[in-house]
């Protein structure tokens, strides 16, 4: 199959072994019950085979709906799936899967890894120093500002170490702008400020960068910001500008089999119609800019 025949949210590739590994949420249950997890494979970002399930609840599973932004990485020998959770009598939160492949089928390994009493979405991870962090956004439902946070992680990964600690709000960004539908869909008065869809890279310079996505001027969109120290905990300097800044978003960065810098993010945010893009991560005189996005071809 081709990209444009895939319907998902929130892309994640992994690249391991020559292949091309795409997790994401499913379109059609993204805001309804869902059930599970699909991985495609590709060996140059064009044609693609899948879906192959990678993890399907049973009935006695806790979650049933927001099964949102599956990330896998490759971490002392297993495979880790980080990805929010939900059901209607709790709040969101980030848990974690394990397997011994890439297409799984992946198993529940850890309790939930946010606080109990905070809506949690869009965990990554991030290794530094040889501590395993995980950064992740205190949702609006519990957070209005919508919070940028940091958790360090124990060795295997399924349990938190101490409390989480705010990098950054949407608030923060010239860029981002309140969510015009927070009455209407989740009666929030207020201003409400979305944040979500994390993604670190370190460059060839040696600084520091986040992919998150806000609501914008013109929609969903992908912002860049900048750890002053150029390390995990910041402090986080938002740019000015968003980086893809219009019904598109939840941003990741990895680099191609070819060696190429790339992102991968959703377009467009329409219902039922998003799907997989990928555009060069280039650096220009400090700046970073998006070309060759398949979402212009």
Partial sequence: MKRSDITIRDPYILVHNG????YGTRSETTWSDASGFDC?????????????????RD??????????????YVYNGKFYLLTTLGAPDRHKGIYLLEADNPTGPFSLISERL?????????????????????????????SPDGDM??????????????????????????????????????????????????SIFKDDDGELFMLWSSWGTKGYAVGLAKSASGIIKGPW????????????????????????????????????????????????NGDYHLQNRTDLA
């Fill in 149 to 198: 946070c940091l958790l360090p992680l124990s060795n295997d990964l399924t349990k938190p170490l101490g409390t989480p600690t705010k990098l950054f709000s949407a608030a923060d960004a010239n860029w981002a702008k309140p969510v015009p539908f927070a009455k209407s869909e989740f009666g929030l008065d207020g201003d409400v400020y979305l944040t979500d869809g994390p």
């Fill in 114 to 142: 946010t606080p109990k009493n905070w809506a949690a979405i869009d965990g990554t991870l991030y290794v530094e120093k040889g501590t395993p962090y995980l950064i992740f956004s205190h949702s609006f439902e519990t």
């Fill in 19 to 22: 292949i091309y590994y795409l």
């Fill in 59 to 72: 009935e006695d599973f806790f979650a049933t709906q927001n099964f949102w932004a599956p990330e896998v």
């Fill in 40 to 56: 495609y494979t590709s060996v140059d970002l064009i044609n693609w085979e899948g879906p192959i399930e990678i993890f399907n």
């Fill in 237 to 284: 300097i938002q740019l000015d500008t968003p980086l893809f800044p219009e019904n598109g978003g939840h941003a990741m960065v990895f680099t191609g089999i070819d060696h190429v810098k790339r992102i991968a993010y959703h377009f467009p945010n329409d219902r039922y119609q998003e799907m997989p893009q990928f555009a060069q991560l280039v650096k220009i």
